[in-house]
C-alpha cells in the first residue's frame, strides 16, 4: 500500500515536471515585466489575472483587440476575478509586441 502510493506520488512528480511551461522570448519578458503585467499574469497559470493561455483558449483575440483591452480592459470578460486596472502608461509600440506575442499562444 505504501509503496503504490509512492509511485503515484512519483508519477504526479513526474508529469508535473513533463507540463511545458511556456518559455517566453527574453525582449518580451523584459516588456512584461518592465509593464508589471507579470505581477498579475502567467503564461500558463491564473495568478491575480487569468493564465495568458486561457485568455487566447476562450476569447481568441487579435493583436489588436488585446492592446485595446490593455487600455481599457472589460473585466465583465472575466467574471470571478477582480477588475484590471486601464493601463494607459503602457507605451503603444510595446503593447501591440506583448500582444502579438499572447495572441500566439495555444
Ligand atoms: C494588478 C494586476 C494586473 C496587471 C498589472 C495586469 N493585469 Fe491583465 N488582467 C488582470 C485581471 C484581474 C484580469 C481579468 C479581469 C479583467 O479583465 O478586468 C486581466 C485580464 C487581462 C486580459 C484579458 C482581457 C479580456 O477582457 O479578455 C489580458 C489580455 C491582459 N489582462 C493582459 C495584460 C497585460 C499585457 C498586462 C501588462 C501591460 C496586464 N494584463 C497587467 C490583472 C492584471
Redesign the pocket.
Known amino acids: 500500500m505504501k509503496k503504490s502510493l509512492l509511485s503515484i506520488a512519483l508519477v504526479l512528480g513526474l508529469m508535473t515536471a513533463a507540463k511545458a511551461q511556456t518559455k517566453i522570448p527574453p525582449d518580451i519578458q523584459k516588456l512584461?515585466t518592465k509593464?508589471?503585467?507579470l505581477?498579475?499574469?502567467n503564461p500558463d497559470t491564473k495568478l491575480?489575472?487569468?493564465a495568458?493561455k486561457e485568455?487566447m483558449k476562450q476569447?481568441k483575440?487579435t493583436p489588436k483587440q488585446?492592446v485595446e483591452?490593455?487600455y481599457k480592459?472589460?473585466?465583465s470578460?472575466?467574471p470571478g476575478?477582480?477588475?484590471?486596472?486601464a493601463?494607459s502608461q503602457?507605451p503603444k509600440d510595446e503593447?501591440l509586441k506583448?500582444?502579438t506575442w499572447?495572441a500566439g499562444l495555444k
Open positions: 512584461l509593464n508589471t503585467c505581477a498579475c499574469h491575480v489575472g487569468p495568458y485568455v476569447k483575440y488585446i483591452l490593455i480592459p472589460k473585466p470578460n472575466w476575478y477582480p477588475p484590471m486596472a493601463m503602457v503593447a506583448m500582444a499572447i
